[in-house]
């Protein structure tokens, strides 16, 4: 069974940065899949699709963090990270990783970001 872990969040003030962390645990051939969503969800709302990198390398990401966050992937240790720069009070959320459709369903317990002075 397969499993991603999200870590890396924490407090920081506007303007600050973090840097998001997500590794599989576990077994399985999902462990094969190198692509990767970030998704966040802040009380109230829905949860929203932040970035995602593709098998090949390519990203995509939500208006609301274009030019502030980057998403990354080291092979070798099959980890996806989410640079997150220039935060802003409305990035406060917990986020959640996990594989792409049809293959999702595997994200963790989320890491909480919050942004605050």
């Known amino acids: 069974q397969v499993q991603l872990v999200e870590s890396g969040g924490g407090s920081v003030q506007p303007g600050g940065s973090l840097r998001l962390s997500c590794a599989p645990s576990?077994?399985?051939?999902?462990?094969?899949?190198?692509?990767r969503d970030w998704y966040r969800q802040a009380p109230g709302k829905q949860r929203e699709l932040v970035a995602r990198?593709?098998?090949?390398?390519?990203?995509n990401y939500a208006d609301s963090v274009k030019g502030r966050f980057t998403i990354s992937r080291d092979n070798a240790k099959n980890t996806v990270y989410l640079q997150m720069n220039s935060l802003k009070p409305e990035d406060t959320a917990v986020y959640y990783c996990?594989?792409?459709?049809?293959?999702?369903?595997?994200w963790g317990q989320g890491t909480q970001d919050t942004v605050s002075s």
């Open positions: 990198i593709t098998s090949g390398g390519s990203t």
């Open positions: 576990g077994t399985g051939t999902l462990l094969r899949i190198s692509a």
């Open positions: 996990d594989f792409p459709r049809p293959y999702n369903g595997y």
